[in-house]
């Protein structure tokens, strides 16, 4: 079974503090995918990376940026964590084109 | 760029009873679509998917949907619901054509009642 793990389930960070969210996944997958998970909003792409060192913002890139150095391991940074910030984080990978996403758990960040 | 509407925030059923979530496309031409759902704390997982062919796609734990090109519809029915069920679910579709990146709509949570 394809896993996805992230590094946290729950979070609290204070207004300004530089944030990162791990994902990892087992499965060699091409895809890595960032998305945070509002109530009535549904889920919402921030960024997607094709590859290593390859990302494409995804709808609500501001205030974020992404990491990949590594195939299996993609990062979610939060420059200066901001109270709207306050979210459910997901994490998805895909091995291809309009493959099945597998998500992780989430991380729900708390910005006071 | 394509996009699902999910009419229905919330909607309760009883246990045993039939359900039906509603789920409307706005796409070019013969979509893909999806359904995930986020069972209580965990991360979205495949319920099934439509690309091709037979318009009623069989998903996993006894769910299916129903393509409807002329209503611009994808809805997941299941005959018989379960106090498992109780899950927020997403409909989705690709960005643009085969596209890797999706674009999910809204949800709509679920409720059982026994």
């Known amino acids: 079974d394809v896993k996805v793990t992230q590094s946290s389930r729950y979070l609290v960070k204070r207004t300004g503090e530089k944030v990162f969210l791990e994902c990892v996944q087992d499965?060699?997958?091409?895809?890595m995918f960032w998305y945070r998970q509002d109530p009535g909003l549904g889920l919402r792409l921030i960024y997607f990376s094709y590859d290593v060192k390859m990302k494409e913002k995804g709808d609500i890139p501001e205030g974020y940026s992404v990491s990949r150095e590594k195939k299996e391991r993609f990062s979610l940074i939060l420059e200066s964590a901001s109270t709207n910030q306050t979210s459910m984080y997901l994490c998805?990978?895909?091995?291809?084109?309009?493959?099945?996403?597998?998500f992780g758990p989430g991380t729900r960040l708390t910005v006071l | 760029a394509q996009s699902v509407t999910q009419p229905d925030i919330h909607i309760t059923v009883s246990e045993g009873a039939s359900l039906e979530l509603r789920c409307n496309y706005s796409?070019?031409?013969?979509?893909?679509l999806f359904w995930y759902v986020q069972s209580p704390g965990q991360g979205l997982q495949l319920l099934l998917k439509y690309f091709s062919g037979d318009t009623l796609v069989q998903g996993i734990k006894g769910f299916e949907a129903e393509f409807k090109r002329s209503q611009s519809s994808f809805n997941l029915r299941k005959p018989t619901v379960h106090w498992s069920d109780a899950a927020e679910y997403f409909c989705?579709?690709?960005?643009?054509?085969?596209?890797?990146?999706?674009?999910f709509g809204t949800g709509t949570r679920l409720q059982v009642t026994l």
């Open positions: 998805a990978s895909s091995l291809g084109l309009l493959d099945t996403q597998y």
């Open positions: 989705a579709v690709p960005y643009t054509g085969t596209a890797s990146k999706l674009t």
């Open positions: 796409y070019g031409a013969t979509p893909y």
């Open positions: 499965m060699d997958h091409e895809n």
